[in-house]
């Protein structure tokens, strides 16, 4: 299985999945306004990981800004992971919030709270 | 000749950062954010009113931008088909988001409603209000699904300030204002 690796732009997030490590990145700005199509990739990249995964799944989501837009999209990429938890495997969820920034901080517990996959929220100091 | 320095001077003394009325696309709203940005991080030095600056004036316009896509125009109103008005400004305490375009009169109703509910609402009700809509599975196909006045009233702490002024029989103007403390 390939990694799947997405550039940044102004809108769209910093992708990088690897199915090698099980370390998953998603980092930048998610403020497209067809979320769904940019996380559609994404969503089927991983149902494909789930059927071989890595003993260890690790997700780190180091955003900056979201839209309401990305909100549900980012809530189906934490649901697929969620799944791969209930199946049996290691899973953590990582969210990196900047020092300071409860609207982020928040946002995390928000995730956190509709999930069962373990979540942890880490403050990132400047 | 118009007067055109009394505009700029009056433009000026409201310490405008942007205006704009036309035609809203998506390719517009790309720009305005991007130059909004660059002047965000010159005048402002605190991170966390910059982020919440930004995320708030991407909700404003991305909804600006579903609200003339989804309206339907007809003769009366050929002229004025996706316009709409866009003022950012700031002052002493708080940065200021107004907005204006026009609706359909049968959807002043349910809009007003909706932006009345988010108002009455504590701060922690808009919380649970948010992860409702959020993890129910009927979301609109857009990605919106009514998140985005509630993410503007969470993160500004502020209540929604909106005004309806009837056009004709089939329109009205919807006018939208969020204001963001400075820290």
């Known amino acids: ?30 403020t497209p306004e067809n979320s769904v199509e940019f996380y559609k990739q994404m969503l089927d990249w991983l149902d494909e990981y789930a059927g071989r995964p890595c003993q260890r799944t690790e997700l780190n989501i180091k955003l900056e800004y979201f839209n309401t837009s990305s909100s549900k999209c980012l809530l189906d990429i934490f649901k697929s992971f969620n799944n791969l938890h209930k199946a049996g495997n290691d899973v953590i969820v990582k969210w990196y919030y900047e020092e ?21 929220i880490i403050e990132v100091k400047e | 000749m118009i007067d055109l320095y009394s505009l700029y001077e009056r433009m000026h003394d409201n ?21 909004i940005e ?61 907005t204006g375009n026009y609706i359909q009169n049968e959807n002043v109703t349910p809009l007003r409603s909706w932006l009345d509910q ?3 609402n504590t701060k922690e009700e808009l919380r649970e209000l948010y992860k409702k809509i959020l993890n129910n599975e009927q979301f609109s196909a857009k990605g919106g699904g009514g998140l985005g006045f509630i ?25 939208f204002q969020i204001n963001i403390p400075k820290q």
């Not at chain 1, 995390?108 to 942890?120: M, Q, R």
């Not at chain 2, 991407?58 to 896509?69: A, F, I, P, S």
């Not at chain 2, 993410?151 to 006018?175: C, E, H, M, W």
């Open chain 1, 100 to 120: 300071e920034d409860e609207d982020m901080q928040e946002a995390g517990e928000d995730y956190s709270d509709l999930l069962n996959v373990p979540f942890e």
């Open chain 2, 151 to 175: 993410d503007i009233a969470r993160k500004s702490g502020q209540k929604l300030l909106y005004n309806f002024q009837p056009v004709n029989t089939k329109y009205s103007f919807f006018s």
């Open chain 2, 15 to 35: 310490n405008i950062m942007l205006s704009f009325k036309g035609e809203v696309t998506f390719d517009l709203i790309d720009s305005i954010l991007k130059i």
């Open chain 2, 118 to 120: 988010i108002n009455s």
């Open chain 2, 38 to 98: 660059g002047r965000l991080d010159k005048m402002e030095d605190d991170r966390k009113t910059m982020k919440k600056v930004y995320n708030i004036l991407v909700e404003c316009l991305q909804n600006l931008c579903h609200h003339v896509d989804s309206i339907e125009m007809d003769e009366t109103m050929a002229n004025m088909n996706r316009t709409a008005i866009l003022i950012i400004f700031s002052d002493e305490h708080a940065y200021h988001v107004v």
């Open chain 1, 1 to 30: 299985m390939e990694p799947l690796i997405i550039e940044p732009s102004n809108t769209t997030p910093k992708v990088k999945f690897d199915p090698a490590t099980g370390v998953m990145l998603l980092s930048g700005r998610s």
